[in-house]
């Protein structure tokens, strides 16, 4: 207003000056690029998962190929960091089994959040005998032994491959998202634009898919970062107990249940530093992203 | 307040019948049992013997009859034997719940003593030096998964300084058994646990503590002229732990799982050890009664979270 | 006397008050109880009451976005009380609503060309169509064509709620309710929006249903108003018939208390004592016998009804029985 | 006339963060004498409640800051004197009541505890009889069953009572000065007229000076002796009541009446401000009501008028009357 000296008619008033307008996504963006340590992570991680999906430009070897001959190997020669007790050659294994951690943490990311935003989406906005359904099913999942769940399923369909793996921690996993969804969406009910949109002629689907999911996207998308993380370190958790990806399939979690002995624990390190760095990094970094996401795409939250 | 907590107690025993049944379901919809795992393929007439010891234990009857079955024993405090320990299930149960629960305390203890007054530290003097690095020491540390830092824990403390014991709920010698001998051998898994769920209540206890220092009630508090500390501690801080008592209660069943991995990384004979040795060996009878334990566990824990929730926050009315 | 656009019929809206095991509906909030008036094609009807007297959940009755208990609405001869999905959504466009908040009532992740245009593409209208429409609505209101590509956080208070009012009038309704439009802005923005308020009802030949807890705004731009206490109307009159002559004790105490900015002629306070009853537990007959200066024995046990005591003024009180 | 109770002068209180400088209060003068209502009326961004509470040295740490100025208050000026020696100030000679009764009261806290408090920190008393005093108290300012309510916690009560435990708070130790900050706008209009017969009789029996911030031009009509106007944090104009309600002179206030409808009389077309409150943190160079004001001249945009006597104690900040 400092700029238009003349008597500026009422409408022109109270407006940027001369700035284009941006919408709130855009300028979310423009902040998350504007934090350093989350750019830093991103950057990482696109490392991290380039090295993994990139695994044969590094190594010939065979993750899956028991070396029996040389088990318990020190760094050096063809196995970069050696092999473990089984003949594994580790360095193949740091390398692919990354795919797998990646592979479980977004695959099952998306999962729980396709569910979440479905199922929450539908409990908040109907409310009534859908939310109560919703909900009841909610609420027994998450009073339901889980981890125990977890162990039974993968003993018992004892199989090497993700896919089971990924299932079983997709039903564990999405009963929280689908509260907090759900949460979000009752919020959002009773909003005055809500109610607009219903005036407007707006149907459901409209109105949840148009007005208040995007509305609520910033806060998913922060928690989707944060679920990933948590599920690449559920996965590792398993694994160091033995219920993780099964071998021969390799994964940072299972190489580290290898390790588990105090032979290995104490004279050779470079078994176990490796996966420990690589699943500490990996979760280090989204997390960062999260916290990155969080400031964001809303920049009242701390500052 | 009483109602309450009665629909509360009446609404867990559909939830732990239910529970129970998947559980059976599940474990019965598994290839193979318990007999396949413990007998020696060298034994001549292998498969009459395993039908007669089938028959024995009840498994050639139909799954509902069978379920009915093991209901009817478990509620009445006959809950069978282990297969492959060859000793009732209660006999095994009991110490494990005692293991677990001097773990489990012991963590959450170290987690709640370390992290909240560390919250209100960071929270005294917000967006300081103090709090500024604090803040990205504990975003890293909550980022180490539990198990990575219970491998180094092993690695110096058990290993390198060999100060603790690397595995084991009790030891050797003239102090087993004792009180003392349990919590030296509970400390390093509890720390390992507590160490990063500390992280989390601190940086949930100076959220809650600087977001309640902007509300009205703490600036009338200062307009009738408390001093500072009176303004934090019966102002700030009463209502600060509100929600840190509703976070723990989100977290026991977190917390159960935690302990679960944590007791097999430690080889500690708790709950969870028994757990995993139960699915390994298809050990039926202990896999159903420590399932229902878990579960009972953890929807007590919940109850008890929310009943303390009540305790601290008049407004919170339940009829 | 022009035909009826609006006739509202016994209305009732309770919530229901669960307790106990076994979470039993133990009682009602009444939060309208009883409720019938009618409005005409461009007339304005005010609404006005203390919070929790019903009135925004009328409004919003009326508006079908909140299910009635029971009773009757009939518009433009249709009686819409009973409608649902498509059928709703066909008969929506001839009645629309602006709201409180000028805040919330405004998606922000949305433009404002899309805020303004949904209403038109929801029902079939195409982009180029719409986007013309836009322009004109926004230039109407007192906005800038240019606006339409702008978010808003960029507008002020006053000049939401104008994008709030371009929406409601997209579809050209006959009917528009408005719950608190004014109360949230100031004082030197609220005379702007009633103004324009008012040019656009003469303008689009539009009636409103002007809901407010502001006597003054009220009396300034309705023709007709209601007075509600505790999920009843308890007054119903022409403007001028209401606030010169208030037959109702409530009204009375309640024009009483109102301040007005002058400092000679004031009139007398009727300070009334206590609170407003609770909805969930009303007083048995008259809801106001608690609070009120003039309380008979007959006003503890019978509840009056509304009739009609002078020409077009309708009172519930048994002082005129 | 006696020695003021309390004279502001020339106080600045500003925002201060990386990218602006927001001058909520920007050099205001106010003189408070014993037994005065003073009305500080504006509108929402004016800078009348960061007034309040730069008096009470409560401005929101880290941005807010008190960068200019002097508040003498029975002759000592607050801004220099030490925490602990405000501490003794706060609650005791100078107390506050805020707008919303609800999150001003402690949710976890009883009334009792909430009112012994203030007793315990200001007076030599035992908690036995804080409590009696607080239960006297709270029969003073009209509250039922005062004993059992000193029990209860604050959502228990109603929106007028729990301002009610406001009042009483804040009197309890009978301060000489009562800064009460919207204290009607949350309630409704029969509360409203309670609350603000309760204060009346709080001056009458206390001899306490009141400072009433409001944007309610009726409360001021009703309530102050004395009238302060703000606008963009300054005052614009300061006379008694009559003489501001019978010849209002800066062309903001003028406006601001014009533009309130009546309860009274028939206005067809309501007068309206045009335009909206310049940003705080990109004040004009000259007057900050020019861009608004129907006599503007272009001189109005040079310079900033001061505020001067145009009549015997009539203050107006404009150039032009």
């Known amino acids: 207003m400092s700029a238009s000296p003349a008597t500026a008619p009422e409408k022109t008033q109270a407006q940027p000056r001369g700035r284009v307008s941006k919408s709130p996504t855009r300028l979310a963006f423009e902040r998350f690029m504007y934090n350093k340590a989350a750019v830093v992570s991103v950057i990482v991680l696109l490392v991290i998962i380039f090295i993994s999906i990139g695994a044969p430009l590094f190594t010939h070897l065979d993750p899956t190929h028991q070396y029996l001959t040389e088990t318990d190997a020190p760094p050096g020669g063809v196995h970069v960091l050696g092999t473990d007790k089984n003949g594994f050659d580790l360095f193949s294994r740091d390398l692919y089994g990354g795919r797998n951690d990646l592979l479980i943490g977004f695959v099952d990311t998306l999962i729980v959040m396709g569910i979440g935003i479905l199922l929450g989406g539908l409990a908040g906005y109907y409310g009534g005998w859908v939310d109560s359904v919703i909900m009841r099913f909610c609420d027994f999942m998450l009073n339901f032994p889980f981890l125990l769940l977890i162990i039974v399923l993968t003993s018992i369909f004892n199989s090497s491959g993700v896919w089971l793996l990924i299932g079983v921690i997709a039903i564990v996993f999405w009963p929280p998202t689908t509260r907090m969804v759900r949460g979000l969406f009752l919020n959002l009910r009773e909003a005055e634009f809500v109610l607009a949109a219903k005036m407007a002629g707006a149907g459901p689907w409209r109105i949840m898919f148009r007005h208040m999911l995007p509305n609520i996207m910033g806060t998913i998308v922060v928690n989707a970062t944060f679920t990933m993380a948590n599920l690449i370190a559920a996965e590792a958790a398993l694994a160091v107990i033995g219920f993780g990806v099964q071998p021969p399939n390799p994964s940072w979690g299972n190489v580290l249940y290898d390790a588990l002995d105090y032979f290995t624990l104490k004279g050779e390190p470079w078994v176990w530093l490796p996966p420990a760095g690589l699943l500490t990094i990996t979760i280090l970094c989204i997390n960062f992203i999260g916290d990155g996401l969080r400031d964001a795409f809303d920049p009242s939250f701390e500052k | ?319 | 006397m022009s035909e009826n656009l609006l006739e509202v019929r016994n209305l009732k809206k309770y919530f229901p008050i669960t307790a106990g095991l076994l979470r039993r509906t133990v009682g009602h909030v009444k939060a309208v109880d009883d409720v019938s008036f009618t409005v005409k094609a461009g007339e304005t009807l005010g609404i006005v009451g203390e919070s929790g007297c019903g009135k925004s959940t009328t409004g919003r009755m009326i508006m079908r976005v909140l299910e009635p208990t029971s009773g009757q609405i009939v518009f433009d001869g249709q009686d819409i009380t009973k409608l649902h999905g498509k059928e709703l959504r066909a008969v929506r466009p001839k009645f629309q609503m602006v709201f409180q908040d000028p805040y919330a009532s405004l998606n922000p992740k949305m433009g404002i060309e899309e805020i303004i245009a949904e209403p038109l593409i929801v029902n079939g209208v195409s982009r180029k169509q719409a986007t013309e429409r836009v322009v004109h609505l926004l230039e109407r209101v007192g906005l800038r064509a240019e606006d339409r590509h702008r978010y808003p956080h960029e507008f002020s208070g006053g000049q939401r709620q104008r994008i709030g009012i371009a929406r409601a009038l997209a579809l050209n309704p006959k009917l528009i309710v408005a719950d608190e439009a004014v109360s949230a802005l100031d004082v030197s923005i609220q005379s702007q929006i009633l103004n324009l308020m008012m040019d656009l009802k003469k303008e689009f030949n539009l009636s409103y249903i002007f809901i407010s807890h502001n006597l003054a705004v009220v009396r300034h731009i309705s023709d007709r108003v209601g007075v509600m206490y505790l999920g009843h109307m308890v007054e119903l009159a022409d403007k001028r018939s209401l606030y010169a002559n208030p037959r109702h004790p409530y009204t009375e105490a309640l024009l009483s208390a109102a301040p007005e900015p002058k400092r000679q002629g004031r009139r007398e306070r009727i300070i009334l004592q206590g609170d407003v009853p609770s909805p969930a537990n009303p007083p048995k007959g008259c809801p106001f016998h608690t609070r009120c200066p003039k309380v008979m024995d007959v006003c503890k046990v019978e509840r009056p009804a509304l009739k009609e005591v002078a020409p077009n003024h309708l009172v519930a009180c048994h002082l005129y029985s | 006339m006696a020695e003021p109770l309390l004279a502001i002068k020339n106080l600045k209180t500003y925002f201060i963060s990386k990218d602006a400088e927001v001058r909520a209060v920007d050099g205001i003068d106010i003189e408070v004498q014993p037994r005065q209502v003073v009305c500080i009326v504006g509108e929402s961004g004016c800078g009348k409640s960061m007034t309040s509470l730069s008096i009470m040295r409560l401005v929101p740490k880290p941005k807010g800051k008190i960068v200019d100025g002097e508040i003498w208050f029975n002759g000592r000026d607050l801004l220099k004197l030490s925490e602990d020696e405000m501490t003794d100030v706060r609650g005791n000679e100078i107390s506050m009541i805020f707008q919303e009764p609800m999150t001003a009261l402690n949710p976890v806290l009883t009334i009792g505890e909430q009112i012994t408090e203030v007793l315990l920190r200001h007076r030599k008393l035992t908690k036995r009889q804080a409590l009696a005093k607080a239960i006297e108290m709270l029969q003073f300012v009209g509250v039922p069953r005062a004993s059992e309510i000193v029990h209860e916690y604050p959502h228990q009560l109603s929106g007028g009572m729990r301002q009610r435990v406001m009042i009483a708070m804040a009197m309890v130790c009978e301060p000489k000065l009562l800064i009460a900050d919207e204290p009607t706008t949350a309630l409704d209009v029969t509360i409203q007229a309670q609350v603000l017969e309760l204060m009346k009789k709080m001056r009458e029996d206390f001899d306490t000076s009141i400072i009433l911030i409001t944007h309610d031009l009726g409360v001021v009509a009703d309530m102050a002796d004395h009238v302060v106007v703000m606008y963009a944090g300054q005052v614009v104009e300061s006379t008694d009541a009559d003489s501001l309600f019978a010849e209002p002179t800066h062309p903001y206030t003028k406006g601001l009446l014009a533009s309130i409808p009546s309860l009274e009389e028939e206005k067809d077309v309501l007068y309206s401000i045009p335009g909206t409150v310049p940003d705080a943190a990109a004040f004009p160079q000259g007057c900050r009501f020019a861009d608004r004001c129907p006599i503007a001249q272009p001189s109005c945009r040079e310079k900033m008028p001061e505020l001067r006597e145009v009549k015997p104690g009539h203050f107006v900040r404009c150039d032009l009357v």
């Open chain 2, 1 to 319: 307040m009483g109602t309450y907590v009665v629909r509360r107690v009446l609404g867990m025993i559909p939830m732990v019948f239910l529970i129970t049944v998947f559980v059976f379901l599940i474990m019965h919809a598994a290839p193979g049992n318990a007999f396949d795992a413990i007998m020696n393929p060298a034994i001549k007439d292998i498969e009459q013997l395993k039908e007669q010891l089938e028959h024995n234990a009840g498994l050639d009857q139909p799954l509902w009859w069978q379920y009915v079955h093991w209901l009817g024993l478990f509620v009445t405090g006959n809950w069978g034997f282990s297969f492959t320990h060859h000793v009732p299930v209660t006999d095994l149960v009991g110490p494990a719940i005692r293991n677990t629960l001097i773990l489990g305390i012991l963590a959450e203890v170290l987690t709640i003593a370390v992290g909240v007054p560390f919250g209100i530290l960071q929270a005294r003097n917000p967006y300081g030096k103090f709090d500024y690095t604090s803040n990205i020491v504990l975003f890293c540390l909550y980022s180490v998964p539990f198990f990575v830092f219970a491998i180094f824990m092993i690695y110096f403390f058990a290993i390198d300084l060999q100060w603790f014991p690397a595995q084991g709920s009790t030891g050797t010698g003239p102090n087993a058994g004792t009180l003392g001998d349990h919590l030296y051998h509970a400390l390093l898994p509890a720390l390992s646990l507590a160490v990063v769920n500390s992280t989390v209540y601190s940086r949930y206890t100076r959220g809650s503590m600087l977001d309640v220092a902007r509300k009205d009630y703490v600036r009338t508090a200062r307009a009738k002229g408390l001093e500072e500390g009176r303004v934090f501690t019966k102002h700030v801080f009463r209502n600060g732990m509100i929600p840190i008592v509703t976070q723990f209660g989100l977290d026991f069943g977190n917390m159960v799982g935690g302990l679960i991995i944590t007791e097999g990384i430690f080889q500690y004979q708790g709950m969870g050890q028994l757990v995993i040795d139960a699915v390994n060996g298809r050990d039926y009878n202990v896999i159903m009664a420590t399932t229902v334990l878990i579960a009972i566990g953890v929807l007590i824990g919940n109850l008890l979270a929310d009943i303390l929730y009540a305790v601290v926050d008049p407004r919170i009315r339940y009829d």
